[in-house]
C-alpha cells in the first residue's frame, strides 16, 4: 500500500507535496547539522540515516519512487549498516577530543562553509530554475520502464562500466582486508603443551555461585570461602572496577593471574584517542 | 514544488557536508559528510530530471549511488588497513607522508 502511495507520488496534489518538502527539509537541514555537530561517530550515523530516509521521501515526492527505493535499500540499509559495523570495530564510544589540533581551523571552515554558501547560492539564483515539467507518464507508475528503457539503451556502456567498477571494488576490499599470518598457526599439540606448562591444565572454574547467582560477573566462591579471580573474565573485572561497581569490582587488585591479558588488548577499543600525543 | 526549492535545499546539504569534511578529524565521519554531500548532489539531479521532463538525471544519480556503494566499500578497507596498523581512526594520526 504504501509502495503503491509512492507510485503515485509523481501525481501528488502540490498542497501536500509541498507540505512534506517542508517538514522533510526542516527535518534533513537539522538532521545535518547535528551529525557534523554530534561527538560520537555512533549519533553521526543515525542522524546520517534520517538524512537518507528524508532525502529518499524527497525523491518519492519529487516523481523518482525508483530512486527513493535504491536509497532506502542501498543507502540507509547497505552503506549505513557498513558504517555501523566499522564503527563496532573502531570503537564505539571513541569521541571527538574538542581540542583543535590546527589552530584557528574550525574559524577557517566555517568562513569557507559560508563562502561556498554564498557562492553556491548566488549561482542557484542567478540559474533560471523554471517550473516543473508537466507530470507525465514517466513521473508515475512509467517511471520504472522510462528508467529501464534509458539505461539499457541510451547508457548501456556507463552500466556495463558498472560492472567492472563493482568488481574492482569488490575485490580491492578483500585485499585490503586480507591480513597475513605473522607466525603459523598453532596445532592441536602445540595448544595442548601451551596448556600444560601453563600450570592450569583443567579449564577455569566458572562464575556464578550455585543458588545464589550465577551472573558472569559474580565470582565462584573457593573452598575456604574467598572469591575465585580465575572465574571472572579480567575484561568484566576492569571495567566494574572502573565503573566502581558490580560483584566483581570487590576483587583483589591486579589478580589477573595472567590468563586472558589478550583480552584487554582486543577491549581497547578507546585506547587511540588517549594514546594520541 | 517548484525544482528551485530543491536545488535549494540540495545546496544547504552539500555546504553542511563539506564544513563537516572541513571540521571533523574521525576519518568514518568524514566519510559520512562526503556521503552527505553526494546524496545532496543527487537530489539536485532528481530536481533538475523534474525540471525538464526527462529522465536522464534520474539515470545519472543511480550511476552516482553506485559509485558512492563502491567507493564506501573502498574507503571502509582502507580505513580499516590504518586503524589495525595505527590503532586510531583519526586523520591527524595518518601523518606519515606529511614531511
Redesign the interface.
Given at each position: 500500500m504504501i509502495a503503491g502511495h509512492l507510485l503515485a507520488a509523481g501525481q501528488v496534489t502540490?498542497t501536500a507535496?509541498?507540505v512534506t518538502?517542508w517538514v522533510l527539509?526542516v527535518i534533513?537541514?537539522a538532521a545535518?547539522?547535528g551529525?557534523?555537530l554530534a561527538r560520537r561517530?555512533v549519533h553521526?550515523?543515525v542522524l546520517?540515516a534520517v538524512?537518507?530516509l528524508s532525502?529518499a521521501i524527497?525523491?518519492a515526492?519529487?516523481?523518482?519512487p525508483?530512486?527513493a527505493f535504491?536509497?532506502i535499500i542501498?543507502?540507509t540499509g547497505?552503506?549505513l549498516m557498513?558504517?555501523l559495523f566499522?564503527?563496532m570495530?573502531?570503537?564505539v564510544s571513541?569521541a571527538?577530543s574538542l581540542r583543535e589540533?590546527i589552530p584557528g581551523?574550525?574559524l577557517?571552515?566555517?568562513v569557507?562553509?559560508i563562502a561556498?554558501?554564498v557562492l553556491?547560492?548566488l549561482i542557484?539564483g542567478h540559474a533560471a530554475?523554471?517550473?516543473?515539467?508537466?507530470a507525465?507518464p514517466?513521473?508515475g507508475v512509467g517511471?520504472l520502464r522510462?528508467?529501464a528503457t534509458?539505461?539499457f539503451t541510451?547508457?548501456v556502456f556507463?552500466?556495463e562500466i558498472?560492472a567492472a567498477?563493482?568488481i574492482?571494488?569488490?575485490l580491492?576490499?578483500m585485499v585490503?582486508?586480507h591480513?597475513e599470518r605473522t607466525t603459523p598457526k598453532p596445532t592441536q599439540r602445540d595448544l595442548s603443551r601451551q596448556r600444560m606448562a601453563g600450570g592450569h591444565p583443567s579449564p577455569l572454574p566458572g562464575p556464578g555461585v550455585y543458588a545464589r547467582h550465577n551472573a558472569v560477573d559474580f565470582p565462584a566462591l573457593l573452598p575456604d570461602g574467598s572469591p575465585s579471580e580465575l572465574s571472572v573474565s579480567p575484561i568484566i573485572v576492569a571495567r566494574e572496577r572502573d565503573l566502581g561497581t558490580g560483584p566483581a569490582a570487590a576483587l583483589p587488585a591486579g589478580g589477573d593471574a595472567g590468563n586472558g591479558t589478550a583480552g584487554h588488548q582486543e577491549q581497547?577499543g578507546s585506547?587511540?584517542?588517549e594514546?594520541?600525543p | 514544488m517548484s525544482p528551485g526549492n530543491f536545488v535549494a535545499l540540495a545546496v544547504i546539504l552539500f555546504v553542511i557536508g563539506a564544513v563537516g569534511v572541513l571540521v571533523r578529524r574521525n576519518a568514518l565521519v568524514i566519510f559520512m559528510c562526503v556521503e552527505l554531500m553526494l546524496n545532496a548532489v543527487n537530489l539536485a539531479f532528481v530536481a533538475f530530471a523534474r525540471q525538464h521532463g526527462n529522465l536522464d538525471g534520474q539515470v545519472i544519480a543511480f550511476f552516482v549511488m553506485v559509485v558512492a556503494a563502491a567507493e564506501v566499500v573502498v574507503g571502509l578497507a582502507i580505513l580499516m588497513a590504518i586503524f589495525r596498523a595505527r590503532r586510531s581512526a583519526s586523520v591527524d594520526d595518518a601523518n606519515l607522508l606529511k614531511y
Open positions: 502540490s507535496a509541498s518538502f527539509a534533513s537541514v545535518g547539522l551529525m557534523v561517530a553521526c550515523a546520517l538524512v537518507m532525502l524527497l525523491y515526492v519529487a516523481g523518482a525508483f530512486l535504491v536509497q542501498v543507502y547497505a552503506v557498513l558504517f566499522v564503527l570495530i573502531v570503537g571513541t571527538d589540533t581551523q574550525r577557517a571552515a566555517g569557507a562553509g561556498l554558501l553556491l547560492s542557484v530554475i523554471g517550473p516543473a515539467a508537466p507525465g514517466r513521473y517511471n522510462g528508467l534509458l539505461i541510451k547508457y556507463p552500466f558498472t567498477l563493482l574492482t571494488a569488490a580491492g576490499a585490503l582486508a591480513r581497547a585506547a587511540p584517542e594514546a594520541r | -
